[in-house]
């Protein structure tokens, strides 16, 4: 008989509370462990701030603060790297590609062995899908309008608009739209149609490009202290991974779904213009992300195996993923 | 105390014992829903044909006679056109838009529903991604190479082959490839490229089309006997509805990763020429789907309430789809 005594852990999130699509994942995982175990094994959910600053939650966890968190895997870039590869890159993966090299070409190892050196035990516990390009006040027409371009962008993609000529800033989300309305910056970035209508992008900046090159998959994770996890039963472990396994897979659905809903909306009720980044700027944009992954390589020995792994899947999932889902909405469209 | 009897339930697949992709997820649900709980509820998992035949899965469970099936509902439009909806039609689903309808538009109620007539509660425990348009003798060069092709392609993609003014046949996989290289057929389509290159069509026909129009994505289902699942804890409930989702999480990363895999092998190793459909084919093809479908939708009254939930999904996915992950394939291709 497995120990069935009560046990209450605390899950530190990124996110405000109930926020679509992410808050909503954190929720999901916590509420299945719970169900999952028949309630010997629950977990309080906490919105970014209450126990742990949005950004502060990995250190909260892996200093044993907080049992386990729920966050972009790619705000710890400052503690390696590598942490990039596991959320999203420039020109990287899909959703579907990302869950392909993580579960099945080599990534997730590798990911443990990137968490371990901080005590995490990391999963994919939700994903965007594709994010869009942004919300701009003006058109892009070439890359010469990337010049000098002020763009609310975090992270790798931010290092790409520095490249073509433009600045990055860092503005938190819910200062983003009055940063647009004053013109303090040109454009932002924020997630996608789901998320960007609630914060009202389409009132200030009427062009929303996409897709965007940035986040091509925003794959979230729930990183899990590791003597917290090594102190389960073997079955509350299993538990805790098919609670995020099972919310990868309604997240992904439910992002679908729900930001075909409002793309809708924002191009038919709110005359938002659908836009898609001039080729030059696609070109310049990829040369730039190479370059930026690459360096990511040689930093350390362990961001150069986590770099060459990828680089292989990169090589070898596109021309699948061209031949299936993007040769088949093509084929879509053409049969009208 | 939640009761922990220990209990034992039998699963019939439909698939060849430990089949790539098909028998793996079945196995897995099985072993995840005894790891979640604690070996409380085991799945014993059986092979097409040594507990129910193939196509006999879901009487055995309808009555009684086995606890699970796990397979594609598609192969019950016999009892229902319906079913049709719930794995893959042609011009449908990718399997990211089919999470969506499933989950979040409305689609699971519909498929309770109609299972429960059945005495069957249905989950989504797997998908193909797209699966490639076939194995053809000669190049497609027209939609006039379409009348007298012989082609083994079931279900509503065989009305789609007949409406174009070719033959449809049904041939069990184990004899594809002799009927292939006899003549018997001139075509033939089975999954992607994971599934295909086992079976060795790439031996006796050298043109690959794709990706096809009849399966953008191959839902697969877990069906649990009603009186069964009933019978089962909230806890026992839960465990089996995530063990299907986390498998069918596991299993897109699976399709993706091995389908990538086995393409390169086919094309670089094997001379295998990729192809993809004319346009007039295309064409022609999404006209014979649209009138095949509508046709469903006047059956009976549960297939006109699934057909309008599933059209009023088609109409609002595809442009998300296209502005996502299809345009996302394209932009990165111009990227190099």
């Not at 490249?163 to 938190?172: E, F, I, K, R, Y």
């Not at 805790?240 to 990868?248: G, L």
């Not at 070898?316 to 088949?328: M, N, Q, R, T, V």
Request: with cysteine; proline share 4%; hydrophobic share 40%.
């Amino acid at each position: 008989m497995v120990n069935r005594g009560l046990r209450q852990l605390l899950m530190v999130t990124s996110w405000p509370r109930d926020m679509p699509g992410l808050g909503d994942s954190a929720n999901r995982v916590a509420r299945l462990i719970g169900e999952l175990s028949g309630g010997a094994l629950t977990v309080e959910v906490a919105a970014a701030g209450e126990r742990a600053p949005a950004l502060g939650v990995f250190d909260a966890v892996s200093l044993g603060r907080a049992d386990m968190y729920h966050a972009a895997d790619y705000y710890w870039t400052g503690k390696s790297p590598a942490y990039a590869f596991f959320t999203a890159v420039p020109f990287g993966f899909s959703a579907q590609e990302q869950m392909a090299w993580i579960d099945h070409g080599g990534g997730q190892a590798l990911w443990n062995e990137l968490s371990a050196q901080f005590d995490i035990v990391p999963f994919q516990a939700a994903n965007t899908g594709v994010q869009m390009g942004g919300w701009f006040k003006r058109e892009i027409r070439s890359l010469d309008d990337m010049r000098g371009l002020k763009m609310r962008i975090p992270g790798l993609g931010g290092d790409v608009i520095r490249a073509l000529g433009g600045t990055s800033q860092l503005v938190p989300g819910g200062e983003i739209f009055s940063a647009l309305q004053s013109g303090a910056i040109d454009a932002a970035e924020w997630v996608g149609p789901w998320n960007d209508f609630q914060l009202g992008f389409y009132r200030v900046a009427p062009y929303y490009y996409g897709p965007g090159f940035h986040e091509p998959g925003g794959s979230l994770a729930c990183g899990v202290n590791r003597q917290v996890f090594e102190s389960l039963s073997t079955e509350h472990k299993a538990i805790v991974r098919a609670a995020c396994e099972a919310t990868h897979h309604w997240s992904l659905g439910a992002f679908h779904w729900h930001s075909a809903e409002h793309l809708r909306i924002l191009t038919e009720e709110h005359n938002t213009r659908l836009a898609r980044f001039p080729d030059d700027v696609i070109r310049a944009a990829g040369a730039a992300s190479r370059d930026i992954l690459a360096d990511i390589g040689r930093r350390d020995n362990l961001s150069r195996r986590i770099y060459d792994s990828w680089i292989a899947a990169r090589r070898a999932l596109p021309a699948w993923s061209d031949a299936a889902e993007g040769g088949y909405y093509t084929m879509r469209t053409t049969a009208g």
